[in-house]
């Protein structure tokens, strides 16, 4: 059976232009953007990590103190601990951030997809299970989940830049709106990488079972 068989009767869910695009690209594709997508990550944070160091040395305060800040005298206590000198280094952190989003979500996203990949390339008759196929038909979908991520981690930093550049116009609202993108944006991370590792298990599990059945 051929991998376009495979991926007819999964019937895989998701926008038509995703399921085009996972059709057309190879596994191995998938695995290099998964890997640069890490590397990425990995270097932007070894440059913002330091500065979050600094952050709580100085104060209680650090970056996921303010995502969460919730209410402007809250977000007053982090801007007067801080002060200008580390508001500035925040706003670096803040304005680094645009470039560290497309990275994890680059990584997330194409490593769902990849995963996904070998499922649908697994031979086994598995693949006829409910469980599998929920994984399989929603491994789309999910993997546009960090950048649903992004567009919301996007309207936070711009409350954060608001907040750190006029400390004393910004009013509830936006520390508000910051605190509720932030948690929309983890909440939809975090499903990614749950999902991530329940389709690592799901695909262990087959790879076991056709090595039984060989």
Do not use: H
């Not at 508000?176 to 799901?202: E, H, N, P, R, Y």
């Amino acid at each position: 059976m051929n991998k376009s068989t495979n991926l007819e009767l999964i019937e895989l869910k998701g926008p038509s232009f995703l399921q085009k695009f996972f059709e057309k690209i190879s596994l191995r594709s998938l695995w290099i953007i998964s890997g640069f997508g890490f590397l990425s990550t990995i270097i932007i944070y070894l440059i913002m990590a330091p500065i979050e160091l600094e952050l709580k040395e100085i104060s209680p305060f650090g970056v996921m103190e303010l995502e969460f800040m919730w209410t402007r005298s809250q977000a007053q206590i982090i801007i007067d601990a801080w002060g200008l000198e580390y508001i500035q280094k925040e706003l670096f952190v803040t304005y680094l951030d645009f470039v560290f989003m497309p990275a994890y979500a680059i990584l997330f996203s194409s490593f769902s997809l990849a995963i996904s990949k070998k499922i649908v390339n697994n031979k086994t008759n598995l693949k006829n299970s409910p469980i599998v196929k929920f994984f399989l038909r929603n491994g789309l979908v999910i993997g546009l989940f960090p950048w649903i991520a992004v567009i919301f981690d996007i309207i936070e930093n711009l409350n954060i830049i608001y907040i750190l550049t006029n400390p004393e116009m910004f009013g509830n609202f936006a520390p508000f709106l910051t605190s509720v993108c932030a948690s929309i944006k983890f909440s939809f991370l975090l499903l990614s990488i749950l999902f991530s590792l329940v389709q690592i298990l799901v695909f262990l599990f087959m790879k076991n079972r056709r090595m039984k059945e060989i």
